[in-house]
DNA sequence: TTGTAGGCGTTATCAT
DNA sequence: ATGATAACGCCTACAA
């Protein structure tokens, strides 16, 4: 029984001298076969060391059971939360989930996307980089009717379910508080506004300001790729052209902890000179000194939510659907470097 | 042309009156074919919107270009760091990357195991749960002849490729270093011990007091999950047992967290009263206040150095391979958490 | 409840 | 340089 060659349905059948298809319908639990000779094939199926070719029954019936994730970077916490989250709802589900990140870039993204289709995933979630401006190698999907689902970096031009974060209200909020501590000159480092959220975050702060009479100063509003030596770019050249700034809103944590770093060697405290916040509440947020104030983001319960509806879409390719955007409430957490006169609650 | 059928190299051979396996040559490259019919079959195959069928593919020539990655949490910076090592790797390859957590659960990381065997992975990285003691799933693969690569977590039982980090080294230099910082009375808050790292990591701070001349007591070592709770926990057990201890070395930085935490609200100073080490560098150890000494594990490299090591092995199937174990070298890193008498260089 | 037969799209072998 | 043909392992009408 030990062959060399990959036990098949056929062998099975041949030893029990009964059909392939019996053999297959047994293995698959087909209703339509007796439970004695279910047993019987599942007993010798096992002896003969069998296993299902997963690549010839997904060839034949044209589905592969696997999820494409595309994500900008797999090394990070907000990404990693929400890859777990699908992994988790996928795999109870009978599931693979398959990753490629694009690293931000365009070119990746669109080969990845290329890629997955000739895979023959049956969805796929992206959340797309900081460089995708056009969107034909996502169209394809749509165009073929295999189901996507956007998370957090969504493209308004596409038609298709997406789960994003209250970026605006969070962003608002952000202001709103800072506002309330007594700030009067907010500078905001932003993403680039190509993308949708670091656009709403944006939005979300110029409103609050707004809403509270305050004027907003455009050059204290600078965009970059919000990576570390970004961070400490735009805030130097934030220090250079104002000394007046009383409080910065990053549109991410790494960001705002670079603000925090370079302003501390200026002798600058915080929060009692500048106050700072954040944006996406990094597990390092909660514990630097002082810790940073920060909107959170529940990525793992977004990536449960986009896989959910993904399938859904998948078991459901006929009915027309109705597309749905969640947005997903944020949470603020005030905590040490957006509070002035307060006691250290840490 | 706007079929709703899928276009097949058939397809395309009847449009052009050629047969389907030139189409098929051509579209792979086959230096076979004229530089002419190519061209002229690669426009066609465009304009008819193909889209090659790699399940088709894979089916036939028993490779699916995937490798399957299992790993016990997506959501941890060292498991993400490799993961995206691997997947950089992978993708320049050529190669598709398909991740499973296991949650550190036997049941589920036994299920993965299987369901990337059916699904005929070309090879698999592993790194294993803390509950894993047997490894019969993990023993199909190699009596399939399915290359397997260990990382991190590897099993000394099974023959094949591991990379590894130098635990026990980095071990025997942490407690080296608390030693040199005066340190006498040390306790070790470890992991299971069925996970060889956990165990090197023990060996190598119990070997580190043996050569400075130091007792152990055994009362201060415990070993626990290394989850938030259990660093409490641990931390509770080995302050109330015993109050004389002056360092204390954490084989994870969640852990030396919340021992940090812990003591602090105890009123006891850290690196003054006693001296705190963990194991990892998590992004927040180095942040925190104090920032936490620990020990540098290159998890992007090691992703990198699995997925060349397997990838190789997938390429050279015949060819009896001695495998290797390669031992990353781990970096001290001393931070605040563990030096006493010196300025505060953050 | 089980069997028969055909085909999924591609590649590989052999022939031309 | 190209064509004809078979085969990969499984599933699914349809038949019995």
Redesign the pocket.
């Known amino acids: 029984m030990t062959k060399q060659?990959?036990t098949?349905?056929?062998d099975i059948a041949k030893y029990l001298n009964?059909?392939?298809?019996?053999v297959?319908?047994a293995?698959?639990d087909n209703p339509?076969?007796?439970e004695a000779?279910r047993k019987k094939i599942r007993k010798v199926a096992n002896e003969m060391g069998y296993r299902?070719?997963t690549l010839?029954?997904n060839?034949?019936?044209k589905r592969t059971n696997t999820i494409g994730v595309i994500v900008p970077l797999i090394n990070r916490h907000f990404f990693s939360s929400v890859i777990s989250g699908i992994e988790d709802i996928a795999y109870s589900q009978g599931y693979t989930v398959s990753i490629s990140q694009s690293n931000d870039n365009f070119q990746k993204e669109t080969k990845i996307a290329k890629t997955m289709f000739n895979n023959r995933v049956d969805g796929v979630i992206v959340s797309i980089g900081m460089e995708t401006k056009s969107f034909e190698h996502l169209e394809l999907f749509l165009e073929r009717k295999i189901p996507l689902v956007f998370f957090d970096r969504a493209v308004d031009e596409i038609n298709a379910h997406k789960i994003v974060v209250d970026d605006f209200g969070g962003a608002y909020r952000v202001t709103k508080h800072l506002i309330e501590q007594g700030a009067k000159k907010i500078a905001h480092i932003g993403g680039p506004t190509n993308l949708k959220i670091y656009e709403d975050r944006k939005q979300g702060f110029l409103e609050a300001m707004k809403d509270a009479g305050l004027k907003t100063d455009k050059k204290l509003i600078i965009h970059n790729s919000l990576r570390h030596d970004d961070g400490v770019d735009a805030i130097r050249k934030l220090m250079d052209k104002n000394k007046k700034i009383d409080a910065i809103f990053c549109a991410n944590d790494t960001t705002a902890l670079s603000a925090i770093v370079y302003l501390k060697e200026l002798g600058i405290k915080i929060p009692e000179d500048i106050l700072v916040m954040g944006f996406s509440n990094e597990p390092f947020s909660r514990v630097t000194t002082p810790s940073i104030s920060t909107v959170k983001q529940p990525g793992f319960l977004m990536g449960q939510k986009a896989a959910e509806l993904l399938i859904h879409q998948i078991n459901n390719k006929k009915a027309d659907i109705k597309y749905q955007t969640l947005v997903m409430p944020t949470e603020l957490l005030i905590r040490e470097s957006s509070q002035k006169n307060v006691l250290n609650l840490h």
């Open positions: 060659a990959e098949t349905i056929h009964i059909s392939a298809s019996t297959s319908r293995l698959n339509l076969i007796s000779t299902p070719n010839a029954a060839f034949r019936t």
